[in-house]
Each structure stands twice: as structure tokens, then as C-alpha cells.
């Protein structure tokens, strides 16, 4: 399984961006597919996931201003992200897990998510 992610990049508060990640090696409709994030002295934290059948679940902090969405034709994970803050500086992961149903997703804790991609950095300054 391989996950690279893209779109990363520096904006204003109240900026926006996209970011993107492209899976390959694994039969896509059957994981959960999500967004964590780290900023420096900080511990890993969901951002958004979303399951098999497009169900989705967004951390506290990022409801209302992120949006997670996949092209399962493309086999493409997106997070559009608006509003954004400086506290949202952060390094972006895609993340994946292999599910036994479909429509399931684990808690949203990073040690329940095996395949990871090797980060975006997202700096947003004031």
C-alpha cells in the first residue's frame, strides 16, 4: 500500500488549500481512508476520516471549515481545507486501514491505522 500525499503549501489566516493523496497497491473500496495531522511538540490527531460507503467523521477543531472527499475511480483522497488558522500549521498524513466490512472505520487513533503516507507540511501565518 502507498499513499502519497500533495498540495501542501504556506497561506494567509483565513486562506485556504487542498490537499490530495494518491493510493495505490490495494483494493480501495474496502478501507477507511482518513486525514491525521502532527504539529512540532504536539501529539498526532485526527483531522477527517471517511469509510467505505462515503460516511464521514471530522475532528472537533477542523468541523465546518474542512471537507473530506474521495474519487474512488481515481482512487484519490482529498481534504479541502477553508477558514483556515494558524493553529492548523501542522504536518498532513494520509492514512489508511484495512476494514473487514464495508461502512467501517476504527476510533480515530493513529496506532489503528497501518498504512501512513510521509506527511505535507501546512503552515498557515497570521
Known amino acids: 500500500v502507498q499513499l502519497v500525499e500533495s498540495g501542501g503549501g504556506s497561506v494567509q489566516d483565513g486562506g485556504s488549500l487542498r490537499l490530495s493523496c494518491a493510493a495505490s497497491?490495494?483494493?480501495?473500496?474496502?478501507?477507511?481512508m482518513g486525514w491525521f495531522r502532527q504539529a512540532p511538540g504536539k501529539e498526532r490527531q485526527v483531522v477527517a476520516t471517511?469509510?467505505?460507503?462515503?460516511?464521514?467523521t471530522y475532528g472537533d477543531s477542523v468541523k465546518g471549515r474542512f471537507t473530506i472527499s474521495k474519487d474512488n475511480a481515481k482512487s484519490t483522497l482529498h481534504l479541502q481545507m477553508n477558514r483556515l488558522k494558524p493553529e492548523d500549521t501542522a504536518l498532513y498524513y494520509c492514512?489508511?486501514?484495512?476494514?473487514?466490512?464495508?461502512?467501517?472505520?476504527?476510533?480515530?487513533?493513529?496506532?489503528?491505522?497501518?498504512?501512513w503516507g510521509q506527511g505535507t507540511q501546512v503552515t498557515v501565518s497570521s
Open positions: 497497491g490495494y483494493t480501495y473500496s474496502r478501507y477507511c
Open positions: 492514512v489508511a486501514d484495512a476494514v473487514r466490512r464495508r461502512g467501517y472505520c476504527p476510533p480515530p487513533v493513529p496506532d489503528f491505522f497501518g498504512y
Open positions: 471517511v469509510d467505505s460507503d462515503g460516511k464521514t
